[in-house]
């Protein structure tokens, strides 16, 4: 293991002091923990907006009420439950680091409520929504083969949109049905494929990627292809999301997580085992999958009512 980086221990506040101590909190992420670089991104971003938030202030002298404070203003920016909870963790990991170079004694940050408090459930689209947006890329939009390739896959495979991003084409076996997904700390899994998302990733390996990568060299690895031959970034993806979200007249606050919420919901409603999901979605626990079985209740009535002795 790396020896540890050690600076000289002064006050950090959201002067520059403290965002020598954020960059060396960033590399202990990397280095030593050994995150994955979106994890690491995300948690850079986080610190960023807490010592917006922070003002000049020491982080040591912060009292329990301020830091709920600083939950209130994440709320007050209008971010997701979800992104309000990680931002949460994001700053008890800093100030764990913080001690652990002897920079603060305590955390008052510890004291800060679980992400069960901003917990939500997701939102989900109906598979009629569903369908609308699958099958809103027209002939008429200048790739709309691969858009729709994208579209098919998030909902076939509820991969999130940075994994899609990075879905190598040999990860994809068309004739076996499947793909191979890389997820948080670059775990793997095996996500089926259904036969409607196969024949989209047919037709547009067909017609549309080889254009896209004629002028690219060495040959393109990944699947889906920017325009310029490159590999579709995550932003884009959201972008292409948005564009087909507003044509199919569905909830504009939704994002290409939705699809994946939405794929997990379906499964469920249809009569999927739990675990599967989970296996699926490749969540850790089983805790972060158990969500979705509160997006249908009528599911959880039906089972009680077939299998309980007084249902």
């Known amino acids: 293991m790396p020896p540890r980086r050690t ?21 202990h992420l990397r280095n030593e923990c050994h995150l994955a670089e979106n994890t690491v991104a995300a948690y850079r971003r986080d610190i960023d907006h807490f010592f917006e938030w922070l003002a000049g202030r020491a982080i040591g002298t912060l009292t329990i009420r301020e830091l709920a404070d600083y939950a209130a ?22 100030c764990r680091y913080l001690q652990l170079e002897g920079v603060l004694k305590e955390s008052a940050a510890e004291l800060l409520g679980s992400q069960k408090l901003w917990q939500r459930v997701p939102h989900v689209l109906t598979p009629a929504g569903v369908e609308r947006l699958l099958t809103a890329p027209r002939k008429s939009d200048a790739w709309w083969r691969r858009d729709r390739t994208l579209l098919e896959l998030l909902y076939a495979t509820g991969c999130r949109a940075s994994e899609s991003s990075f879905l190598k084409l040999r990860d994809v076996r068309l004739d076996e049905g499947f793909a191979i997904c890389r997820g948080k700390g670059d775990k793997q899994r095996v996500v089926p494929l259904g036969g ?18 004629e002028n690219v060299a060495p040959a393109p690895e990944w699947l889906l292809l920017s325009r310029r031959g490159q590999r579709l ?7 292409l999301f948005k564009k087909y979200a507003t044509r199919a007249q569905i909830d504009p606050d939704l994002s290409p997580h939705s ?7 379906h499964l469920l409603v249809g009569g999927a085992d739990l675990r599967q999901v989970q296996e699926m979605l490749g969540h850790a626990s089983i805790a972060t999958t158990q969500i979705y079985t509160h997006v249908d209740p009528s599911r959880l009535k039906a089972i009680h009512a077939r299998f309980h002795p007084r249902g």
């Open 196 to 213: 409607r998302a196969v024949a989209a990733i047919r037709e547009y390996l067909e017609h549309e990627r080889p254009k896209l990568a």
């Open 73 to 94: 203003w994440l709320h007050r920016r209008s971010l997701a439950p979800a992104t309000i909870a990680r931002h949460v963790v994001s700053l008890k990991l800093f």
């Open 7 to 27: 600076l000289k221990p002064v006050t950090v506040s959201g002067g520059a002091g403290g965002g020598r101590w954020r960059d060396a909190f960033v590399e």
């Open 233 to 239: 970034a995550r932003e884009r993806i959201w972008e």
């Open 259 to 265: 699809l994946r919420h939405s794929f997990a919901t």
